[in-house]
């Protein structure tokens, strides 16, 4: 196994506000944000690959249960880019937060928590 050299990633990981109903939340994450945030030319000229989640109920309740603590999330979101700087440029960029992170932010807490990461993949079948 080798870590790639190519690409860099950065995953995002949200939380529903308390005010907006789940129904809203995932009408929001996955039909509305994907349009949005494809649309950007910032997007468009940075991200190689883009990738949303949304919190499995069922399944989380299953870990909660199991006594593994389940993380409190409603969503994620993984950005993959050619490296680190050119994925921050996007969160950074004006059109980024003017546009997606204005909109998000009626449906998502302010704080989502990210992580950086260089990665493998192991299987990929």
């Known amino acids: 196994m080798s870590i790639r050299?190519?690409?860099?990633?950065i995953t995002v990981l949200f939380t529903k506000k308390a005010d907006v109903s789940q129904e809203d939340f995932e009408r929001f994450w996955t039909v509305?944000?994907?349009?949005?945030?494809?649309?950007?030319?910032i997007v468009k000229s940075n991200i190689v690959r883009y990738e949303q989640q949304i919190a499995a109920a069922t399944a989380q309740a299953n870990i909660a249960q199991s006594g593994a603590p389940a993380a409190p999330f409603h969503a994620a979101a993984v950005f993959e880019a050619k490296d680190f700087d050119t994925l921050w440029?996007?969160?950074q960029s004006e059109e980024y937060r003017t546009?997606?992170?204005a909109e998000s932010l009626k449906y998502a807490e302010k704080g989502g928590q990210m992580f950086a990461s260089n990665y493998a993949v192991v299987i990929d079948q």
Request: hydrophobic share 40%; no cysteine; glycine share 4%.
């Open 5 to 9: 050299t190519d690409r860099a990633r």
């Open 32 to 41: 509305e944000h994907p349009k949005l945030f494809s649309s950007l030319d």
């Open 89 to 91: 440029a996007v969160f």
């Open 99 to 101: 546009k997606v992170g």
